[in-house]
């Protein structure tokens, strides 16, 4: 299984970014995914994350991006998107997406319930 970040950058603050994460491997179509960061000398913070469960979909975002960044995916080309808009310098990271093994099971904002992270993709957000 692998997953493929991409679409980080440099952004002037107030500018808007998409991160695409395709996996391969398998399919995550019933399983949550969901995006990650990290800065140098932090730990790593939830993002926001996309899960399914027996009750429907659900999104889940960290307060400190809510109204501004918006998780959706495309089931059919296994991919998740996070969309990145009104981009502060404090949204400077390197992001990570990463996907749970387990089926059904909703959105997580622990790390350590997720199986499967990308590699990274760098943003930095001036000022």
């Known amino acids: 299984v692998q997953l493929q970040a991409s679409g980080g950058g440099l952004v002037q603050a107030g500018g808007s970014l998409r991160l695409s994460c395709a996996a391969s491997g398998r399919t995550f179509s019933r399983s949550a995914m969901g995006w990650f960061r990290q800065t140098p000398g932090k730990e790593r913070e939830f993002v926001a994350a996309?899960?399914?469960?027996?009750?429907?979909?659900?999104?889940d975002y960290a307060d400190s991006v809510k109204g501004r960044f918006t998780i959706s995916r495309d089931n059919g080309k296994n991919t998740v998107y996070l969309q990145m808009n009104s981009l502060k310098p404090e949204d400077t990271a390197v992001y990570y997406c990463a996907a749970k093994a387990q089926l059904y099971s909703g959105t997580s904002q622990g790390g350590n319930e997720y199986d499967y992270w990308g590699q990274g993709t760098l943003v930095t957000v001036s000022s």
């Open positions: 996309s899960g399914i469960s027996w009750s429907g979909e659900s999104t």
